[in-house]
């Protein structure tokens, strides 16, 4: 598996980069560090599907083990969605190699994860007259 990190997550994780860098991939991970109520929070996106992770509140820590938290996290999400565990090739049988970004357009901006950061809204549900039901955001 390859992550493609922008250089503030590498200041963080550390810059043990694949040298050469590897060629962009359909099948690679970029990876950005943002801050969000003070918070560092990790924003992934697998590069072909744009399967996008959000983890808020992670330690610098956590990001310096970064093959554990990161398969971690892509597990937790494809369960969380009902796809299948190798939806991305076995990820416990893959190594992890770091590379600079090279496609930032991959990447949501800030503000797609400070939507991904806010609790759920409710929704309630209304009936018409015909029986019909709606739902509307609380």
Same mark, same amino acid.
């Given at each position: 598996?390859?992550?493609?990190?922008?250089?503030?997550?590498?200041?963080?994780?550390?810059?043990?980069?694949?040298?050469?860098?590897?060629? *962009?991939?359909?099948? @690679?991970?970029?990876?950005?560090?943002?801050?969000?109520?003070? %918070?560092?929070?990790?924003?992934?996106?697998?590069?072909?599907t744009l399967f996008t992770i959000f983890?808020?509140?992670?330690?610098?820590?956590?990001? %310096?083990?970064?093959?554990?938290?990161?398969?971690?996290?892509?597990?937790?999400?494809?369960?969380?969605?009902?796809?299948?565990?190798?939806?991305?090739?076995?990820?416990?049988?893959?190594?992890?190699?770091?590379?600079?970004?090279? @496609?930032?357009?991959?990447?949501?901006? *800030?503000?797609?994860?400070?939507?991904?950061?806010?609790? *759920?809204?409710?929704?309630?549900?209304?009936?018409?007259?015909?029986?019909?039901?709606?739902?509307? *955001?609380?």
């Amino acid at each position: 598996m390859i992550l493609r990190c922008t250089n503030k997550l590498l200041a963080v994780i550390g810059p043990a980069l694949a040298d050469p860098a590897p060629a *962009p991939d359909a099948d @690679d991970w970029y990876a950005n560090l943002l801050w969000f109520d003070r %918070r560092k929070c990790l924003l992934a996106t697998h590069a072909g599907t744009l399967f996008t992770i959000f983890e808020a509140n992670v330690t610098a820590s956590a990001l %310096r083990a970064t093959r554990q938290l990161i398969t971690g996290l892509i597990s937790r999400e494809l369960r969380r969605e009902d796809l299948p565990p190798a939806t991305f090739g076995i990820l416990d049988e893959q190594g992890l190699l770091l590379a600079k970004t090279a @496609d930032r357009s991959v990447l949501p901006g *800030p503000a797609y994860a400070a939507v991904l950061a806010q609790p *759920p809204r409710p929704i309630t549900a209304s009936h018409d007259e015909a029986g019909r039901t709606s739902t509307v *955001p609380a």
